[in-house]
T-cell receptor, first 114, second 109 residues
Framework: DVKVTQSSRYLVKRTGEKVFLECVQD?????MFWYRQDPGLGLRLIYF???????EKGDIPEGYSVSREKKERFSLILESASTNQTSMYLC?????????????FGPGTRLTVL | GQQVMQIPQYQHVQEGEDFTTYCNSS?????IQWYKQRPGGHPVFLIQ?????EVKKQKRLTFQFGEAKKNSSLHITATQTTDVGTYFCAGGSNYKLTFGKGTLLTVNP
């Protein structure tokens, strides 16, 4: 079974803080994704990575950056957290982009920015 | 860019009633996937359809992919309380998977 883990289930930060969200997958998947989920807006893609040290902007990259130094780990960084970044953050991985492969999601991190 | 529209946004049913959610893409898809997210949980893959006109069943769930590969539906027969959650479709095209906004299903016992 594919396992995707995220560093925290719940996180509370203050406005202006730098926030790191970590995601690890154990199935040697090529691709990793970061989404945020808000009521009524569904899943919105922030960034994705199809290889180590490679990254691509998704639909809403503003205010975020990412890092992928190792194949199994994909980090989402909020350089200066703001209240409008309060959300559920979901990490996912997939074996290959070809054909838009099945994505396996982590349990999510609910981030609150005060 | 590619858009995937899903309706309805919400559906409340009595236990035992049927339920259907529909998904429409602005472009032709290479595949369509369906996911379920239980309350408090994360999206979990249910099924993938790749062929024009394809129909697949999983117990009380029936999934269809349209002839033009631009629309899909998920039908649940005789809903149960265990079916509650948000159902997402996701369209695959040009090496990208685009999620619909989901349909939240609630079931009254």
């Amino acid at each position: 079974d594919v396992k995707v883990t995220q560093s925290s289930r719940y996180l509370v930060k203050r406005t202006g803080e730098k926030v790191f969200l970590e995601c690890v997958q154990d199935m040697d998947h090529e691709n990793m994704f970061w989404y945020r989920q808000d009521p009524g807006l569904g899943l919105r893609l922030i960034y994705f990575s199809y290889d180590v040290k490679m990254k691509e902007k998704g639909d809403i990259p503003e205010g975020y950056s990412v890092s992928r130094e190792k194949k199994e780990r994909f980090s989402l960084i909020l350089e200066s957290a703001s209240t409008n970044q309060t959300s559920m953050y979901l990490c996912a991985s997939s074996l290959a982009l070809l054909g838009a492969d099945t994505q396996y999601f982590g349990p999510g991190t609910r981030l609150t920015v005060l | 860019g590619q858009q995937v529209m899903q309706i309805p946004q919400y559906q409340h049913v009595q236990e035992g009633e049927d339920f259907t959610t529909y998904c429409n893409s602005s472009t032709t898809l290479s595949n369509i996937q369906w996911y379920k997210q239980r309350p408090g949980g994360h999206p979990v893959f249910l099924i993938q359809l790749v062929k024009s006109g394809e129909v697949k069943k999983q117990k009380r769930l029936t999934f269809q992919f349209g002839e033009a590969k631009k629309n899909s539906s998920l039908h649940i027969t005789a809903t149960q309380t265990t079916d509650v959650g948000t159902y997402f479709c996701a369209g695959g095209s040009n090496y990208k998977l685009t999620f619909g906004k989901g349909t939240l299903l609630t079931v009254n016992p």
